[in-house]
């Protein structure tokens, strides 16, 4: 007790001593502890338990992981939820054609007959989060390595996680977090009959594409609409014509009263990882080679990629999703390294380590406990950079970039299928490579990846050194002379991967020797190879670190005893807490925390395919047709900041007042404080929301889905 009360009184000054953003991506099982009080004097009119009960219906009740990387959340009694567009994004590109172009033209289920199934999408709902760090630790010895303790961890955590999900239709898993200092079980329940209700066009989706990516004033209208089904009971179950829209334990009544300035805004999603314990070491690696290999690569093949998809509509649709994923984390890289550039994070980093040194060295017993942790982090760090620049140009340019290759890669794991005399297996792993084969062909263009190949193979033998080089390049070397062009052409040309009529044929009769004698599957098993014997290397340089790692955070931890601390972003249900407001980003410079239609209107560029403008929607403006949804000066608005913690991950995650009701989805960070994942920086950053005033302005007024309305908690 003694301990919570310092904590208390601890977090108080820390938390009264704060203007500006509101740090900290906390654990929802905590709050009660560390951050209700704050929260409650800064807005929210909700308990800690309404927000989190493992007995009750609560506000986590609503909230779900879409698909396998994004948030949704539930705002209807019939299982309607609510993500990003971007979110969306491969299931609207799934379900498009040249004739029915989702994502040019955007797509609206009229009746529930007309939503449509999406296989593959799931959402999962947490069920409960619980502290087993004491039954992980008890298969601790003091001399285990760093590897026997990960590998032992991973054992007694499937164990704690089948005990506590046998007999259910749960599954759980145990998470470490504070770097392998505390576990976690999470337990959940995952519904995979997931169907498409609505999505705007892209023109409002993703208006501004890459331009405004990351960028403040946003006008994007970045949501899509899907359901959850479930069968007569109410259970989860697998596609069926006979299952019912799911009832779910809570849904999300939806606010269109507006916001102001400083009020109380609080997300609940599953950011995906942040960094912010990382050591000055670290960071230059990322900045000096993992951002700047990222950046440089991604560059070429993207603007290789677009060429093609702006020439034929074919193409954009198949590398839609594709290029969108690229192009996000391509753009956070570029403002990522200028943030940590500009605010000088790395200086500020060495002043803490410096601290935490000095903090050590003055006690045997901290030398005795921490003393290695830094030293174990630079250990690593000087001898891997030469590795992770190869391993990571392996990676970007050759497998993920070339698309041939990674699928040509992945038929070495049948070789010893094809060579035996079950006939059974055979057949059975035939079955499995063709279904896999046809989601590959259904978004594959033998021509540009052909393209891109040329472009990825040449920068790859220009920027990595000989000796990390896969033995391929050692054929293009002396057989083709460093031509790149020609080796390229005869591989796609005599490829059976590069068309499933090919890939078909040797499938009747499929034989270890036919596939040994295949260019792309040569090529792709050489570059495999040397990407596993380069992971080789750096596995026990990975211990140096994850130890390291694990006690620089320990000794932060008890450093800073008595203060409230959250761990590192996993992907785990996280809650952050702040205010409406705006900020200035730079000298004489001040950003308003809402935008508005007039904004889209003003952006509008017939000719630039980022920011066309629906033409209904220019209607809708012209005539200030915006029904209940209007500001009191009659605009409508459109997307608005607050000063949540958010990283990738939380797109999608619902903005929630403190009564507990919907006014946004959070979609963007901004573009000042892409150091964010690092270091979080209080006067700058900012969390950028879609105002669901204008997402359901959408839905009604320019979509004519007022049925979607009408099922949902208008709270006026």
Sequence with gaps: MKKIFIAIISMMFIFNSSVKADEG??????????????????????????????????????????????????????????????????????????????????????????????PGLSVTFLVKIEDVTEKVNAVFTDDMTETARQDSASIMGKRISSEATEGTNYKGRVQNFFGGNKYYLLVYETFTDIRMVGAPPSSIGKFGADTDNWMWPRHTGDFSLFRIYADKDNNAADYSPDNVPYKPKHHLPVSIKGIEKNDFAMTLGYPGGTDRYMTSMEIEESINITNTNRIYIRGIRQELLLEDMLEDDVIRIKYASKYSGSANYWKNSIGMNKALKRLKIVDKKKKEETLFTDWVNASSDRKAKYGEALPLIKKYNDVSGD???????????????????????????????????????????????????????????????????????????????????????????????????????????????????????????????????????????????????????????????????????????????????????????????????????????????????????????????????????????????YGQYALANGEMPVAFLSTNDITGGNSGSPVINGKGELIGTAFDGNWEAMSGDIVFEKELQRCINVDVRYTLFIIEKFAGAKRLIDEMTIVK
């Excluded at 800690?48 to 493992?54: D, F, K, L, R």
């Excluded at 209807?76 to 299931?91: E, I, P, R």
């Design 25 to 118: 991506m906390w654990l929802l099982p905590l709050i009660q502890q560390l951050n209700i009080e704050k929260m409650q004097q800064m807005g929210c009119e909700l308990s800690a338990e309404e927000i989190y009960s493992v007995n009750n219906t609560s506000l986590k009740d609503a909230i779900v992981i879409f698909g396998r990387g994004c948030t949704g959340e539930v705002i209807s009694d019939k299982g309607l939820v609510l993500t990003n567009h971007h979110c969306g994004y491969g299931a609207i590109q799934q379900h498009s054609t040249p004739t029915n172009d989702y994502l040019k033209d955007g797509f609206w289920a009229m009746s529930m007959n007309e939503e449509i199934a999406t």
């Design 387 to 625: 590795l992770v620049h190869s391993r990571q140009y392996i990676s970007e340019s050759l497998l993920r970039g070339t698309e041939l290759m990674y699928f040509a890669s992945g038929m070495s794991k049948y070789e010893k299928v094809f060579n035996s005399d079950d006939e059974e297996k055979i057949k059975e792993t035939v079955k499995g490579i063709k279904a896999k084969a046809r989601k590959f062909y259904k978004n594959y263009n033998a021509p540009t990846d052909q393209k891109v190949a040329k472009a990825m193979f040449k920068i790859f033998a220009q920027n990595v050194d000989k000796k990390y080089q896969p033995a391929v390049f050692t054929t293009i070397e002396t057989k083709y002379k460093n031509n790149y062009s020609k080796f390229i052409d005869n591989v796609y040309e005599k490829s059976m991967f590069t068309d499933s009529v090919k890939l078909w044929a040797f499938l009747e009769n499929p034989s270890t020797k036919k596939l040994a004698k295949d260019p792309a599957y040569i090529a792709a098993n050489s570059i495999y190879s040397k990407y596993k014997a380069i992971g080789g290397e750096l596995k026990p340089m990975y211990a140096d670190l994850d130890k390291g790692h694990r006690l620089y955070i320990a000794g932060i931890l008890e450093k800073n005893e008595g203060k409230a601390m959250y761990p590192d972003a996993n992907f785990t249900m996280r809650l952050s807490y702040g205010s409406v407001l705006d900020y200035y980003p730079m000298d004489a410079v001040h950003y308003d925390y809402i935008t508005t239609l007039k904004g889209v209107m003003e952006k509008e560029d017939a000719d630039n395919w980022e920011f066309v403008v629906p033409a209904k929607l220019k209607e809708l403006y012209k005539t200030k047709d």
